[in-house]
């Protein structure tokens, strides 16, 4: 959204505990960003305006380079993993959380559940039809003996 960093600015003496996620609902030019690197360059900077500010911030993605970008961050303030989180749903790109926790990092496996998991997991699919496949995939690896 184009007014995060404001909004992170206004709530910074708070120090409040963010999950940092890029929305699934497409909204208007006026309010979002619309271009892919422009979101995620977003995305990188109010994880480092949130660290910046002494919150702890939960990473919710399966990108490579926000992660990349986040570890950066992370290193650069000296955090320990009290101080942050990563997050991602549960059956996409497991490998991603299996690199990350040996090396000490904390992950929070996301799940989606209550009455509306199945519109929730629909409005994902559409999103990024790739998650079909990587959930598929995990789906079947736990089936083999």
């Not at 992170?8 to 003496?13: F, P, T």
Request: a negative charge.
């Amino acid at each position: 959204m184009k007014r995060t960093l404001a909004d992170i600015a206004d709530l910074a003496d708070l120090r409040p505990n963010i999950r940092v996620c890029k929305g699934i609902y497409v909204e208007p030019p006026e309010v979002a960003f619309q271009e892919f690197e422009t979101v995620r360059m977003n995305f990188v900077e109010a994880v480092g305006a949130l660290m910046e500010a002494g919150s702890y911030v939960a990473v919710a993605t399966h990108d490579d380079w926000v992660i990349g970008e986040a570890l950066t961050l992370i290193e650069e303030r000296g955090l320990g993993p009290n101080e942050y989180e990563f997050q991602m749903l549960l059956g996409v790109r497991p490998e991603l959380g299996n690199e990350l926790v040996p090396e000490g990092h904390r992950l929070r496996i996301y799940v989606p559940f209550g009455r509306q998991w199945y519109e929730y997991s629909l409005r994902r699919l559409q999103e990024n039809p790739k998650i079909a496949g990587y959930v598929a995939l995990d789906t079947l690896k736990r089936l083999r003996p």
